[in-house]
């Protein structure tokens, strides 16, 4: 089988590029305190108001001195503490005992650490010869007055909270986050602690939408379980849109008898409906109803995790307003055993990447099936294999797709 013998299917580019095109960000933005600001996108530039490090200071532990070619012999006058500056004058020979983040006093230039001292009483003697400057961190070193520390439309993670602390900086205009309504089909689904009867299945797609929208610190909203009708249906999707920005289902996308996601959105909405080339998770709709974004996800729950992270996560990064929308990190990797594949579709595949040696090798995590969620959670990457490929064999490159980037 040749891609030629699935030209109804659309590429997963293709229909990424076609769904960001048709999101328009919210643009709505608030004031908030950084303490509360994570997991938002920062709606202004923000320019640094002052130097970073606002003084000159010492990087090490140990004595502050004017260099001195000539000298390696200094007498000790007294100390810098970080918050406790020394105030006195330090005439050549003399040296201050300083600490880290100390500021440097007036006078001297260069900070010799105190494992390359030898100390008798109120005298040092360097054991090393110390370059002029050394161990001293200039004021306007990390950061200029006015520089930008961080561009609009940045996702703020662990990473700048801190930075804009360290400016002074206690309040930020960020984004709204988009709100996601979200809700499962199937009359086959029970909600958890509820008895199963038999042909019934717990819901398990509601939670695995509950536990990657928080990460993305948007606000969720669940609505259940909806059986399988038009009407029911019709009725959540409506529901649904007057209080979300963006609607997300699972299942009722396919062609199965009862699967009337299509239906009624053409009916009630306008509709994207793609059959794409992934597996797993071919069916996928996209639309609008009213001024809310719709996402059918199918009902398989590896589909349904898939297409979350390769189609949902970008379209909610554009709409909340993200320069530069969501893109997962792809690394190449050798095959330490076969990865079954049949050209026609991009296949995301379970797997367990290593670094040995800084090589990366990966392995199936086994049973590949889209409903087999096992295989799922002991995987730590989805290993991506391009749409015409074959079989991957052992000592292949493959690409893979980590999933824990703690810092994004
Ligand atoms: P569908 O896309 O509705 O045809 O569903 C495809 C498969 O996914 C069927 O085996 C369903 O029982 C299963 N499924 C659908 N929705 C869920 C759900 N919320 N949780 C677990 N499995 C589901
Ligand atoms: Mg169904």
Redesign the pocket.
């Known amino acids: 089988m040749d891609a030629c013998s699935t030209p109804d299917l659309i590429s997963v580019e293709q229909a990424l590029t076609s769904l960001l095109d048709k999101v328009s960000p919210l643009n709505e933005h608030f004031q908030c305190t950084l303490n509360d600001a994570l997991d938002h996108v920062i709606a202004e530039d923000i320019l640094s108001p002052v130097n970073v490090p606002a003084f000159d200071n010492s990087a090490m532990d140990g004595y502050a001195f004017a260099h001195n070619e000539a000298l390696t012999t200094f007498t000790l006058i007294g100390t810098a503490m970080a918050g406790h500056p020394f105030t006195g004058d330090v005439k050549p020979g003399e040296c201050v005992r300083i600490m880290t983040g100390a500021a440097m006093p007036s006078n001297v230039d260069t900070v010799v650490m105190q494992e390359q001292v030898e100390r008798l009483d109120e005298t040092i003697t360097l054991t090393v010869v110390q370059p002029k400057g050394n161990n001293v961190r200039h004021a306007g070193s990390d950061l200029i007055n006015g520089a930008t520390v961080v561009e609009k439309g940045t996702l703020l993670s662990a990473r700048h909270i801190p930075l804009l602390a360290s400016i002074g900086v206690d309040k930020v205009s960020v984004y709204r986050r988009p709100r996601i309504a979200y809700f499962s ?4 689904l029970k909600p958890l602690g509820a008895p199963l009867e038999f042909g019934e299945i717990y819901d398990s797609n509601r939670y695995t939408l509950s536990a990657l929208i928080e990460k993305t610190g948007c606000e969720g909203l669940d609505l259940g379980i909806v059986e ?1 009708s038009p009407e029911a249906i019709e009725r959540a999707f409506k529901d649904a849109a007057a209080q979300a920005d963006i609607v997300i289902t699972s ?2 996308v ?1 062609v ?1 008898d ?2 009337y996601t299509k239906q009624v959105l053409e009916e009630i909405g306008e509709i994207g409906f793609w059959k794409l080339a992934i597996k797993p998770g071919k069916p996928f709709a996209f639309g609008t109803i009213n001024n809310s974004y719709f996402c059918g996800l199918p ?1 398989n729950p590896v589909s349904a995790l898939v297409t979350f992270a390769e189609l949902v996560r970008p379209l909610i990064s554009k709409l909340g307003g993200e320069s530069k929308p969501f893109e997962p990190l792809r690394l190449p990797a050798i095959a330490e055993g076969a990865f079954r594949k049949r050209p026609g579709r991009l296949d995301f595949q379970r797997g367990i990447y290593e670094i040995n040696n800084g090589v990366i090798t990966v392995r199936s995590t086994g049973h590949q099936g889209s409903n087999a969620f096992s295989s799922m959670a002991a995987a730590n990457c989805f290993v991506v294999i391009e749409r015409e490929r074959d079989n991957v064999e052992v000592g292949d490159t493959v690409t893979i797709e980590p999933f824990d980037a703690i810092l994004n």
């Open positions: 089909t199937g009359d086959e399988d299942g009722g396919s199965g009862a699967d009902g």
